[in-house]
Each structure stands twice: as structure tokens, then as C-alpha cells.
């Protein structure tokens, strides 16, 4: 698939990232230091299609980290190693209808989708359990770098020691799913935690996390290198559960309104795909009350209003 109108599309793009640069909503994250620090006026666009055209606008060399956004990813990679039926005897497909970071269990007792916190925990216990800490952040680095095609991946590990340093929540998640038997055998509560707090540390641009989005645009295949990192199954499951679960508490209003899969992140980045189409990364760090990038969100809005991309148009 080609754009055919490469040149009306960039600037149709560039009108929509302007008017959104004057929203000033929303508050950035402030529950760590290193994402306090944002400045709120950042603001970037990137997309790159299929066919590894590229287009970027605004802060687009900044790295940021993608916390929550790299649970679409490390999803997509277990399914790739593991296969689907085995990532859900553990996890669920369902919506949670609560908070990321809420202490619950669907009715089966496992965490209701890989996309909020607990089913997060669980599928980076899923990848490489036999190697060592070191080897596996290298397995899943080396992973992301792949689905980049190469372009910048960066690791913050300020953000590592905070996430780890304020982590209650995970904990308390985590040893009320180790109650449960939700790990998979083998797997050490404090190892798998310090891995997830890792991957959410992970640092991309949006020039970078267009590139990783227009992989699962593509099927699993990185459109600037051709390399076939995800199994074609694995990237559509990512995009259903990324449609139906990937913007928080949002995401069926989301799925209502832009119908599109998309992930997003306390960080302020959404990982959105245009399936067969393109990959876009937003950053802009302002979070509205739901935890979605206030900016982002209305380019996703003026992106469907302006293209026929809502999973249900052209009907
Ligand atoms: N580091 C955050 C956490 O685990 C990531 C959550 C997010 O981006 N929503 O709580």
C-alpha cells in the first residue's frame, strides 16, 4: 500500500499536529521524579507506512519513555515465542472496565488482558525464563531494536530505579497473583518486576516508535528492513487487544470514536496503527484524568475526521 497523495497526507498530518500544539490540558505524570521533569510542551508526531515512507513533526528526536506502550510489544513477542493458546492460560482478552493498576482478577483468576498491569507482569515472565536478567533484557532490547528497524532504543535507568524504588502497587499486584497461581511455573516474582519496571523504562522517539507501530501495521514484518520479527498471528492479536484494550479506562470509547488499535503510556506516547496502512507514534506528555496524552488523543480524533481510517468507515 502506498499513500497515493504523499504530499497532501504530510500536510494534512502537519495541520492536524498544529492545532493540537495549543491544547494545553491535561498534567504530566508526576508519581516519579523523571517524568516530572517533561516539559509539557513537548510535542511530536511521526509516522512511517508500510512501504517504510516517513513523516515527522515537532519534537521528533526526544527520547521518552515507553511505559505502558511497551506492553503492546512485549505481548506481541511472547505470543511470537510461545504461541497465543499458551500467553492465555494465563491472561485474559477481556477489558478490565477499571484503573491499569487496579487489584483484580477476572473471574477465572487471572488478569483480564495483557495491556493492563498484571497481565503486563505476566507476559515479560513468559519471555526467555530460562536465561539470565541480563540475557533476557538483551533478548527483549535486541527485540525492540529489531521492530525499530534499527532506529533509536535507549534505556533510562533513573526511571528503571524510581519505577522499582515507589512499587507498591506491582508489588501488591504481583504477590496477590502469586497467590493465585497466575505465574507461569518457575518464575521469580522479584526477577519478572524488575524486567517489567525495565521494559516501562525503555526509551524510543517517536521516529522510533513509528517504525516499531508500522511493524504491527505490517504484520510483524519492519517495513525499513524487511525483517520478520512477529508472527503474523501474534501481530493481529496484538491488534485486537490493542483495540479493545490499549487506551486505559478509555479504550472503548476509543474504539468507539477512532477505531483504531492504539497503546498508550504514562510517559505520553500512543503507539497507533493504521492496520496495512501505517504506524504513528504521538508523545506529548500532558495526561488527561484516564492517564492518555491530551494532545494525542486529539490527533487521533483529527486524524479519523480526516481520513477514512476508523476501522468502520467505507462501509
Ligand atoms: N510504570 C508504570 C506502572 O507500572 C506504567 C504504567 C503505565 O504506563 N500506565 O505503573
Known amino acids: 500500500f502506498v499513500i497515493p497523495e504523499w504530499r497532501v497526507f504530510c500536510s494534512t498530518i502537519e495541520k492536524i499536529y498544529v492545532e493540537a500544539k495549543s491544547n494545553t490540558d491535561g498534567k504530566v505524570a508526576n508519581y516519579i521524579p523523571q517524568l516530572s521533569r517533561y516539559r509539557p510542551n513537548y510535542w511530536g508526531v511521526s509516522v512511517c507506512t ?9 519534537d521528533t528526536n ?22 497465543a493458546d499458551h500467553v492465555h492460560k494465563y491472561v485474559g482478552q477481556e477489558p478490565s472496565g477499571r484503573s491499569f493498576n487496579e487489584l483484580s482478577l477476572d473471574h477465572n483468576k487471572k488478569p483480564h488482558n495483557p495491556m493492563i498491569n498484571a497481565g503486563g507482569i505476566l507476559t515479560t515472565a513468559m519471555i526467555e525464563p530460562h536465561l539470565k536478567p541480563a540475557d533476557r533484557f538483551d533478548f527483549i532490547m535486541n527485540e525492540y531494536q529489531r521492530m525499530a528497524g534499527g532506529d533509536f532504543i535507549g534505556f533510562s535507568n533513573a526511571t528503571y530505579l524510581s519505577e ?52 504491527l501495521a505490517n504484520g510483524g514484518i519492519c517495513p525499513t528492513t524487511g525483517d520478520a520479527i512477529l508472527d503474523n498471528d501474534a501481530a493481529r492479536n496484538t491488534l485486537s487487544l490493542m483495540h479493545s484494550c490499549g487506551m486505559y479506562d478509555y479504550s472503548g470509547q476509543f474504539a468507539f470514536k477512532i477505531g483504531l488499535p492504539a497503546k498508550s503510556g ?13 504506524g504513528i507514534m504521538t508523545w506529548s506528555p500532558p495526561l488527561d484524568e484516564l492517564g492518555n496524552s491530551c494532545r494525542g488523543l486529539q490527533f ?9 481510517f476508523h476501522n468502520y468507515d467505507n462501509l
Open 62 to 83: 526526544v527520547p521518552f519513555c515507553l511505559q505502558s506502550c511497551s506492553k503492546a510489544l512485549t505481548y506481541a513477542i511472547a505470543c511470537t515465542e510461545k504461541g
Open 50 to 58: 508500510v512501504d517504510g515512507q516517513r513523516y515527522s513533526i515537532g
Open 164 to 215: 522499582k524504588d515507589t512499587a507498591d502497587r506491582n508489588f501488591a499486584l504481583s504477590y496477590y497473583m502469586r497467590e493465585n497461581k497466575c505465574f507461569p511455573e518457575g518464575a521469580s516474582l522479584q526477577e519478572t518486576l524488575e524486567l517489567y519496571f525495565q521494559l516501562c523504562s525503555i526509551e524510543v522517539t517517536v521516529d522510533s516508535g513509528a517504525v516499531m507501530a508500522a511493524t
Open 266 to 278: 504514562v510517559g505520553g506516547g500512543i503507539l497507533l496503527v493504521v492496520p496495512n496502512v501505517c
Open 300 to 308: 487521533c480524533e483529527g486524524l479519523v475526521s480526516n481520513f477514512n
